[in-house]
């Protein structure tokens, strides 16, 4: 199988110049059912094309392509959207989303989100997650029941079911509170249990109604190959037994990929699989997506922190890595001389087009395509081929949509301005009220869009290090300048860690430059007698640090050099960072 398989490059295009002086292109779905893909940012707006038209074009910028093929929406009710996902028969779309007061996931008509539907899309139902302002961290659908998805916050684990018919009538399937997050979800192909990984690197095996069948720890050999913690950043289940597993840690560029065969009462049993290059941006999130084709018994693997897509097939019965052979593999061009990461994945299977492979010439039966969303905000197309005349023909006809039979969600229920985008744009003398919400936001974006995608990207790196800092259970200051010390590329290889504070204090100019005016007579010795009088402080059982507000501290309780110091750090790793 591994010489039949190639992915054959077909063009990229680079997305919308709209968009160019940004990289906040986060999320690409396609929808093979009717015929059009989705591209979406974290902050609500997303980008609509006929998958037909798309693929008969030269390969050039989009703004080639007619009006009629492309739509642009601003769904500004949206704050922080963490990922967009078709279920599995693509009737729906979920949104799930990271807001300032409490994690959703948004469902909406698949339909709505088409290049011909006029209207905006609203949601059918939207599902609270929590009443406090937590993390989602994975959200998965179920790959064979249309209304069973899966989500993962911070602090639980829930499955919801819902009625295709009406899915306002959804109902919470199962839900587990959880002692350590959970960083990755994977449903069986057949859909009858989930096994998730979690952050102290365990993997858990549930049923759909979050009944445990099974728990195991990590291999033996895992503590032995990261020195600080570590944990499991991917997994897809890819048969009723098996499992691939990712490991990593941060404060390391290793990434440790196995699978995990379990079978009844038996003990597990961890097969290495050596083939991951070190991650080539050490200072991206180290999170690892799945793309399954068991039509074809193989599965696509790609990382925010890798350049390439992995691929793993079974061979004569038994999962292993595949070898692709050059140029018939994914992997991300260089931009401007650096490296480029991939964002995400989709695959179609309603594609059209037909492709040459080599002496097999074309191919009559079409193949799927694989979209590929890069760090430098460019879409990589390629066919998957199967270099085998009895494969299985995955390609599936084009629904047409009837727009006036397309169900919306209730609109009065969402303002085009909300609370979120005022608290993002308000100012003491320019409050949004319902009245002129809309025309007060237009404005506002016409004027200050550059300050608006530089606070957006600023609170996504927030966002990101809150989360590491949470998952790490570093929730105080200390915890703070702990991890702060522990990933300082500069200085991190000092084992004493008096010594490392010391010689951050006299080299790491980003942080002095923040001291230094406020504290100019601190010498790096009475700096390092200073954090290490934080680190003495008793912990207190409240947290000081949360992902909603990040670093809170009682200011009488430190003295001015300590909060200074404190501060700067906050600032060096963007963690919010407030004294009350």
Request: charge should be neutral; proline fraction near 7%; aromatic fraction near 10%.
């Amino acid at each position: 199988m591994n010489s039949n398989l190639q992915f054959r490059h077909s063009w990229q295009t680079q997305l919308p110049p709209f968009w160019q002086d940004s990289d906040w292109w986060k999320c690409v779905a396609i929808n093979s059912t009717y015929g059009f893909t989705v591209i979406g940012n974290p902050y609500g707006v997303i980008f609509s094309l006929w998958n037909d038209q798309f693929e008969q074009r030269k390969p050039n910028i989009l703004a080639n392509l007619d009006d009629s093929a492309q739509r642009r929406l601003e769904l500004w009710y949206l704050s922080e959207v963490a990922e967009i996902k078709f279920n599995c028969n693509e009737s729906l779309l979920a949104i799930t989303e990271n807001g300032p007061d409490a994690p959703h996931v948004y469902l909406f008509n698949a339909a709505t989100f088409s290049p011909r539907y006029d209207e905006k899309p609203y949601p059918l139902t939207i599902v609270d997650l929590s009443e406090s302002p937590i993390l989602i961290t994975t959200f998965e659908w179920n790959l064979v029941n249309p209304a069973l998805f899966v989500v993962a916050t911070t602090e639980t684990l829930t499955v919801v079911s819902f009625s295709l018919k009406d899915a306002t009538n959804h109902r919470i399937l199962g839900k587990k509170e959880l002692e350590v997050p959970v960083t990755t979800v994977s449903w069986n192909a057949k859909g009858t249990s989930l096994t998730v990984g979690d952050t102290d690197g365990k993997i858990h095996r549930y049923n759909p109604k979050l009944e445990i069948l099974r728990s195991v720890e990590p291999p033996t050999l895992i503590p032995s190959v990261f020195e600080t913690k570590f944990s499991c950043s991917g997994l897809c289940q890819v048969s009723k037994t098996q499992c691939i597993v990712v490991f990593t840690s941060e404060t390391s560029a290793h990434l440790h990929l196995m699978l995990l065969t379990l079978r009844g009462k038996k003990p597990p049993f961890w097969r290495v699989w050596d083939v991951l290059p070190p991650a080539a941006d050490p200072f991206a999130a180290k999170t690892f997506n799945f793309l399954p084709v068991f039509g074809w018994d193989m599965v696509m693997m790609s990382s925010t922190c890798l350049t390439d897509v992995f691929t793993f097939g079974r061979v004569n019965g038994a999962w292993k890595p595949l070898e692709l052979t050059e140029p018939f593999f994914i992997r991300t061009p260089i931009y401007n001389g650096e490296k480029t990461f991939i964002v995400d994945t989709s695959i179609c299977f309603s594609s059209t087009k037909s492709v040459e492979v080599g002496q097999f010439g074309q191919i009559s039966s079409p193949l799927p395509v694989v979209y590929v969303l890069t760090s430098n905000i460019t879409l990589l197309v390629y066919h998957l081929a199967l270099l085998d005349p009895n494969r299985p023909n995955l390609w599936k006809p084009v629904r047409s949509i009837d727009t006036s039979d397309v169900k919306n969600g209730p609109k009065e229920e969402h303002m085009e301005a909300t609370d979120y985008v005022q608290r993002m744009f308000s100012r003491p003398d320019t409050l949004l009220n319902s009245k002129d919400a809309e025309t007060q936001t237009n404005k506002i974006k016409r004027e200050s869009a550059s300050a608006f995608i530089i606070r957006m990207k600023q609170k996504e790196k927030e966002l990101h290090t809150l989360w590491r800092l949470v998952t790490m259970k570093k929730l105080t200051a200390s915890g703070v300048l702990e991890v702060y010390a522990d990933e300082n590329p500069q200085f991190n290889q000092i084992k004493d860690i008096k010594t490392r504070w010391e010689e951050i204090f006299t080299g790491d100019q980003q942080l002095l430059r923040k001291i230094k005016p406020e504290l100019p007579k601190l010498t790096a010795e009475q700096c390092v007698g200073v954090v290490y009088s934080i680190f003495k402080k008793p912990v207190s059982k409240k947290p000081s640090l949360n992902i909603a507000s990040g670093l809170t501290v009682r200011k009488a309780s430190y003295s001015t050099a300590a909060l200074t110091i404190l501060k700067a750090v906050c600032d060096a790793i963007s963690c919010p960072f407030a004294a009350v």
